[in-house]
């Protein structure tokens, strides 16, 4: 293990509960490191103030999301879209910036509220990763909630995005089930859209083993897993099986038009441009045209029957616009559909709370509409 790999583990352990984050292949129900990777209270003590100018990319940045945007710009990553996929999941991530911002500033993480376990469970074409996030309070059994990543489907994992999978599990008093899935273009496209809805099938057929309650079951997702968590919910609907009670959907992909509003006006934004989300087509789909399938682009699907939703989005952030397109066919298909956007922030900021105060805020609105379809 090399001195980049070392520390991301570190960082990752910190921030994410995952000890086993440096193993690729772990075993079967492993107890997770237990670690203060709470996000529920504040630093009220820092003050965060932007070192420079506001970015030309986002005049009107929130300074708590601009010191994490400069900080991501000091850890020494290259523009993804010039690398390999391989060397892409090598690069500095938001969740080290955020770590650095804190350690920088001596911001603590309070204990965690929920214990974790790592397992490895069967799925199309062999098995795969979940960590289950269960409250250290409460009686069984509990809610469940399945959980997807974000990552463009081709880098990142369920450490990068633990932040938003235990702020979940803690403030709506559900177990969270984080699924890792296959990722392009080792495994193209659909093979993260089966795998994810495989592990769906084996909650609602599993949650007793774990404490759930396999009749009240949700889904939520952040960005490539924002789209995964809705197709779940379609396939649920198509393959006639339980349909998730409720939808989160953290800056869903939802389109594949790139000349829309927010691509043209936030092309060149942090940590996500438009040139990234070219490269992620090109690694996940085996045709630009794929990019089509109502599967991608969620506009186009038959979303009759949805569950109901909550879409959150990030104003500089060239998914904006499909976010809330997606929130006006939802409506238009008869879907409860609520669609909240938040100023001055990224994407990826919603698993930022320990340092940015809208993600505070939209970890608590998620985990209000949560609770709601959930019965809590």
Not at 333 to 359: C, I, K, N, R, W
Request: hydrophobic share 40%; glycine share 8%.
């Amino acid at each position: 293990m090399n001195k980049n790999t070392f520390t991301r583990c570190v960082a990752v352990v910190l921030l994410s509960a995952a000890a086993i984050s440096c193993n690729k292949n772990p075993k079967t129900d492993l107890p997770e490191e237990k670690v203060n990777d709470s996000i529920t209270a504040e630093n009220k003590d820092a003050r965060l103030e932007p070192k420079g100018p506001a970015p030309e990319w986002g005049t009107n940045i929130k300074p708590e999301m601009a010191v994490v945007m400069e900080k991501l710009a000091t850890l020494g990553g290259k523009p993804i879209e010039t690398l390999s996929p391989q060397e892409a999941r090598k690069q500095p991530t938001p969740t080290d910036a955020v770590m650095a911002v804190m350690e920088e500033h001596n911001m603590a993480m309070p204990l965690p509220l929920c214990d974790t376990i790592g397992k490895q469970i069967p799925v199309s074409g062999g098995t795969t990763h979940i960590r289950i996030y269960t409250p250290k309070e409460g009686k069984a059994p509990f809610p469940v909630i399945a959980y997807y990543h974000g990552g463009g489907f081709v880098i990142a994992d369920i450490n990068v995005y633990s932040a938003g999978a235990q702020a979940l599990c803690e403030q709506t008093g559900a177990i969270v089930v984080s699924v890792e899935y296959p990722k392009g273009p080792e495994k193209k496209f659909p093979a993260a859209h089966m795998v994810a809805f495989d592990a769906y099938q084996w909650i609602l057929k599993n949650a007793a083993t774990f404490n759930g309650n396999p009749a009240k079951i949700a889904v939520a997702g952040e960005s490539a897993g924002g789209n995964l968590a809705a197709n779940v919910s379609l396939m649920a609907r198509e393959k006639k099986i339980q349909v998730p009670l409720g939808a989160v959907l953290v800056y869903p992909v939802a389109n594949n038009d790139m000349t829309a509003e927010s691509y043209v006006k936030y092309a060149n934004a942090k940590p996500l441009n438009k040139a990234m989300m070219g490269w992620f087509v090109k690694n996940y789909l085996t045709s630009e045209a794929q990019s089509a399938d109502p599967r991608i682009s969620l506009v186009r699907a038959n979303l009759k029957g949805f569950p109901p939703t909550l879409i959150i989005g990030a104003e500089i952030d060239p998914l904006q616009s499909e976010g809330k397109l997606l929130h006006e066919k939802l409506k238009a298909a008869g879907v409860d559909s609520e669609y909240e956007l938040y100023e001055g922030v990224t994407h990826e900021f919603f698993g930022m709370a320990a340092v940015v105060p809208q993600a505070k805020d939209a970890q608590a609105l998620a985990a209000k509409k949560l609770k709601s379809v959930l019965g809590l």
